[in-house]
């Protein structure tokens, strides 16, 4: 397995949001996070790409070979859009941006700051960032957000062609990508506010 997770217990400002919780994905497979607002999806997204660490349990598998795209688009206003990817690729030790110029159509724009560009150029921009770390594991909250319907398919075909290589992606996503996914409901690993009565997490404080 390029992923797994085991008996995961997270906290979102310093209060149990999720317990319990146990999943597994392996090279090809995708695996899409579900649940309402709150839920605790980009917690734990936030968990997996190591940005914030757990309250128990255990993550394995994926180490440093995690790309994480979450609501923010990891970009610099100030470079080019070509010079963005270039940057992205030097620290993941690559240099070809080609891919992620064509995968989202982003050549015209290569030369254009990117803080001048639109809302989705932006997206796209963060997206294509996956492209070129060579990353296995793709880790995604809401990445469709800003998106119009044809980078959403620009979007779905590099995922296709990331799981067909072997990667593995783990998202939180409303959208039907029209791709070969698992969903995990995580509703049920919800901590009730009973639950919680007491709870402290000082690494969050």
């Known amino acids: 397995m390029l992923l797994r997770v085991q008996n995961l217990t997270l906290a979102r400002g310093g209060l149990p949001v999720i317990a319990g919780l146990s999943f597994a994905v392996g090279p090809g497979q995708a695996l899409i996070l579900r649940g309402p607002n709150g839920a ?8 997996i790409a190591g940005l914030q660490p757990p309250l ?4 394995s598998g994926a180490a440093e070979r ?4 979450g609501h923010a688009d990891g970009i610099k206003a100030m470079l ?3 010079e963005n990817l270039r940057f992205w690729a030097q620290v993941f030790g690559g240099s070809d941006i080609a891919e992620a110029l064509d ?3 982003l050549h015209p724009l290569a030369d254009r700051l990117a803080g ?3 809302a989705g150029q932006k997206r796209r921009l963060g997206l294509a960032r996956l492209l070129v770390t060579g990353c296995p594991v793709w880790v995604l909250d ?3 957000v800003s998106l119009d319907k044809e980078a959403v398919a620009m979007f779905a075909e590099a995922m296709r062609h990331h799981l067909q290589a072997g990667g593995t992606a783990l998202m939180a996503t409303h959208i039907d990508l029209g791709i070969e996914a698992e969903v995990l409901d995580i509703s049920p690993f919800r901590v ?10 000082e690494a969050f404080l």
């Open 66 to 69: 995690i790309a994480y795209a």
């Open 103 to 105: 995968a989202y159509a």
């Open 142 to 144: 809401e990445p469709t």
């Open 116 to 118: 001048t560009l639109s």
């Open 192 to 201: 009730t506010a009973g639950q919680r009565a007491g709870a402290s997490d």
């Open 56 to 59: 128990a349990g255990d993550i």
């Open 40 to 47: 605790g999806k980009t917690t734990l997204l936030r968990c």
């Open 80 to 82: 080019s859009v070509s």
